[in-house]
């Protein structure tokens, strides 16, 4: 441990160890601003030796110091997820998971050539299957490189002529093997009927590419940089944290309003 970790450490440990009054009493004198290199010594000489008496501080310390991060990382969440607006839990119309007009909402965020968004599809399909009133909806941030995009690309002009079928296009692309690229999100996107040539136009639309720019300010504004991550309520998830976690987020929320009560 560094000297100036020691000596943090040993303010935390008298405040631990030093009663209240007498910590009143021993504030109420004026403050030595410095110390000479033998007090410096004998403190650090102290502070060890009580360190290692009591190392249990230390532990009392991190938690509390855990905890205090933790609270003010979800205080933060909230305020992101707040000043993002309602773009954040809107898709178009027919294109949602699950009930449309569901009383809990799951956004995900995710790219079609991210190994843990494809075996992070069967959480979405069991909360699906199990739950008839979620509302799962799907937010492309093609974060993977310029295949990515591609996919991304073709599959948001697929959501603009076919809304209806683009959740089973989505599981289609996202399931298949190797690289998710231009060629092959169209040639899934032929087996729903819907060619290359109707997709070209739509492709290089605004309404693509503002989708594409919405879905990654949102991504930005919530400090989201990896994929898949999901937002419930108030409340990120980074990563592919599994169905239990998702499920039990859903009933925080149904419980108390909160993905944290």
């Known amino acids: 441990m560094t000297k100036i970790k020691l ?12 009663p209240a009054s007498a910590q009143q009493t021993m504030t109420a004198k004026p403050a030595q601003t410095s110390f000479d290199e033998a007090e410096s010594r ?12 009591n190392p249990e501080v230390l532990l009392e310390v991190m938690d509390a110091l855990e905890t205090k ?12 997820i707040t000043d993002t607006g309602p773009a954040l839990f809107e898709t178009p119309e027919g294109t ?3 009930n449309p ?6 956004v995900e965020f995710f790219d079609y050539n991210c190994s843990f968004c494809k075996r992070a599809m069967a959480d979405m399909d069991a909360l699906v ?15 993977l490189g310029p295949q990515s995009l591609e996919a991304a690309t073709v599959s948001l002009a697929f959501r603009e002529l076919a809304p209806e079928k683009y959740a089973a296009f ?18 899934v996107a032929e087996g729903f009927g819907i060619s290359e040539e109707q997709l070209r136009p739509v492709m290089g639309s605004a309404a693509v590419k503002a989708a594409l720019q919405e879905a990654d300010q949102l991504a930005q504004g919530l400090a989201i940089n990896g994929t898949p991550s999901y937002v ?14 998702l499920t039990a987020t859903i009933a925080n929320v149904r419980k108390c309003g909160s993905a944290n009560c």
């Open 96 to 98: 949602a998971l699950g």
């Open 232 to 245: 419930i309520a108030d409340k990120v998830l980074p990563g592919a944290v599994g169905v239990a976690d």
């Open 101 to 106: 007009d569901g009383d809990v909402t799951v």
């Open 129 to 143: 299957e199990n739950d008839p009133n979620v509302r799962f909806i799907l937010k492309e941030i093609p974060v």
């Open 42 to 53: 004998a403190i650090e000489e102290i502070v060890h030796d009580y360190l290692v008496t």
């Open 170 to 187: 989505h599981r289609d692309l996202l399931a298949g093997r190797g690289v998710a690229d231009e060629a092959k999100a169209l040639t």
């Open 69 to 80: 991060r933790s609270a003010q990382q979800l205080a933060s969440q909230k305020k992101a």
């Open 7 to 18: 000596l943090a450490a040993a303010a935390l440990a008298i405040a631990f160890a030093v």
